[in-house]
């Protein structure tokens, strides 16, 4: 301890004549023999930093726990870089593969006493998020990915709902890559989705006009026929008394004793036969005009059905179109033997916060020596080139390495048809052992974390509670296909899943499959 004060005090001394930044380098050295362990993790806080060029659109954003730092990239490479503070043991911050589904520029908790988390980037609907917070320096936080006050404000009008986030336990960066299974855009089919979107979008609001129209005079016409039973029951009613005053009359007739009985029986039977067969004569009207107006509700019942099928079919044709101007993701998963893709709708989820992905396309996938680990691998469309696309490729998880990856799955071919020729820039392809964690719902991208990873910080909050689902006439006015909303598993992913790998929740959508919408 004797040694220790002197070297605190002859560093105190220097203080008197050092340059400012050879006294930090002393002040670090007090610290190291003071305390080794809070200067060791001082001294792994990474430095802002700034490209020195001119950024582009964030594509992607790589989180690594071990250095405890962020980088953003675009299309050309890293543009922002910051120190962070990732979840503290316990409620470690998951590894995985997520994107943004929510900002908001003024966060408050509601699950940490009203903590302010300002220019919050929301990753998982149950409280994971980028954020800007105190960083002392190593991971600190609830689970959250903390980043500088002030780098977070000025990142956030940079983000768009949707841009990729992936959590890394070690450094990781994405790298250059092709391969014959990525996406090969044609340029012809990129060049005429905006025409053939207007059009199709075009013959959907006809068609849906139609339909509706064709569902409102098919309403008219049951209308109109649900009072027909009752108006012909009350004319049989009305034709049966007339019948009974004709047979009492007739009765009363062949009574009679005197001619002047006789006479006024005669009057009674000429009255109550006129009523008989006024009233017969309505109720067979009556019939008549009736059947019509059956006729008219089986006819105006099929003629609904028809544009309404007309109607589904135009809405899901224009709904691809409006997607293929999107970038699309894929998510293939060992685990489940399943393909997933996603786009965004851009549309505001109906039950408040965040946009809703299209989950029309899911479909299952072969896999050669499935078990054998494939790793989990990040395929990021960057930008346009001369052949399409330039990829590149991030590994969080190393089983096979990408290349072999890629090179045991066998691609439904119609899939690959549907989305490759018009794939854009940011469109990607993820690779996991994983299955879709069941955060993942209709108003997220993929969420998948590691499982062999901790998760503390994943598994002690709140999960996304269950979405009530919306039929097609409570919601957009009969409205083009929000009638999909899935129940999902309220059970957040456990951690290592894999060691009890038969029971454990993967990502599971309701039958029927969801229909695409815009």
């Not at 998951?94 to 509601?110: I, R």
């Not at 990753?123 to 959250?144: E, M, V």
């Not at 089919?189 to 013959?203: G, H, M, T, Y």
Request: charged share 25%; glycine share 6%; hydrophobic share 40%.
């Amino acid at each position: 301890m004797k040694n220790r004060l002197t070297t605190v005090q002859s560093t105190l001394a220097m203080r008197r004549w050092a340059h400012p930044g050879m006294i930090a380098l002393a002040t670090l050295a007090v610290l190291a023999v003071v305390n080794p362990a809070t200067a060791a993790k001082q001294a792994r806080q990474p430095a802002e930093a700034v490209a020195p060029r001119e950024a582009g659109e964030p594509i992607m954003a790589i989180v690594s726990i071990k250095s405890q730092q962020v980088t953003f990239y675009d299309a050309d490479g890293w543009i922002l870089r910051a120190p962070v503070s990732t979840g503290t043991t316990g409620r470690e911050t998951p590894a995985g593969v997520f994107a943004v589904v929510e900002k908001d520029k003024d966060h408050h908790s509601t699950m940490y006493d009203d903590a302010w988390m300002p220019n919050m980037q929301r990753i998982t609907w149950n409280g994971i998020a980028l954020h800007g917070g105190p960083l002392p320096g190593y991971a600190a936080s609830h689970g959250c990915v903390r980043m500088p006050f002030g780098f977070a404000e000025g990142l956030f009008d940079k983000t768009n709902i949707g841009m990729r986030v992936i959590i890394s336990p070690n450094d990781a960066a994405p790298i250059d890559f092709t391969h014959p299974s990525l996406f090969v855009p044609k340029r012809e089919a990129i060049a005429a989705v905006p025409s053939r979107a207007d059009k199709l979008s075009a013959e959907a609001e006809e068609a849906t006009r139609a339909a509706d129209e064709a569902k409102k005079a098919a309403a008219m016409a049951a209308k109109e026929a649900a009072s027909l039973p009752a108006s012909l029951r009350k004319l049989e009613q009305q034709k049966a008394r007339a019948d009974a005053e004709l047979a009492f009359a007739d009765k009363s007739l062949a009574a009679a004793k005197t001619d002047q009985a006789r006479a006024k029986a005669e009057e009674l039977k000429q009255k109550a036969a006129t009523r008989a067969a006024d009233a017969a004569t309505q109720l067979d009207t009556a019939k008549a005009a009736a059947q019509p107006k059956r006729d008219a509700v089986a006819a105006t019942k099929e003629v609904a059905k028809a544009t309404a099928t007309k109607k589904a079919d135009a809405v899901k044709a224009a709904t691809d179109a409006k997607l293929a101007l999107e970038p699309v993701s894929v998510y293939i998963s060992r685990a489940t033997q399943r393909l997933y893709v996603r786009r965004n709708t851009h549309k505001p989820a109906p039950d408040g916060g965040g946009e809703v992905f299209d989950t029309s396309i899911e479909v299952p996938v072969t896999i050669r020596n499935p078990d054998r680990p494939l790793g989990t691998h990040i395929f990021t469309a960057m930008a346009k080139n001369d052949t399409g696309l330039r990829w590149s490729v991030v590994t969080i998880e190393n089983g096979d390495d990408a290349k072999e990856a890629l090179d045991r799955i066998t691609i439904p071919q119609d899939v690959w048809d549907r989305i490759a020729s018009t794939a854009l820039p940011r469109s990607s392809i993820i690779i996991s052992d994983e299955p879709l964690s069941s955060e993942t719902n209709y108003r997220t991208e993929f969420v998948a974390v590691l499982s062999n990873q901790p998760q503390g910080g994943f598994i002690t909050r709140k999960p996304t509670a269950p979405m009530d689902i919306a039929s097609d006439d409570s919601w957009d006015n009969g409205g083009n296909g929000f009638g999909f909303f899935f129940q999902r598993d309220p059970n957040p992913q456990p951690v290592n899943p894999r060691r009890q790998r038969g029971g454990y929740p993967y990502y599971q959508p309701a039958q029927p499959m969801p229909r695409s919408f815009w």
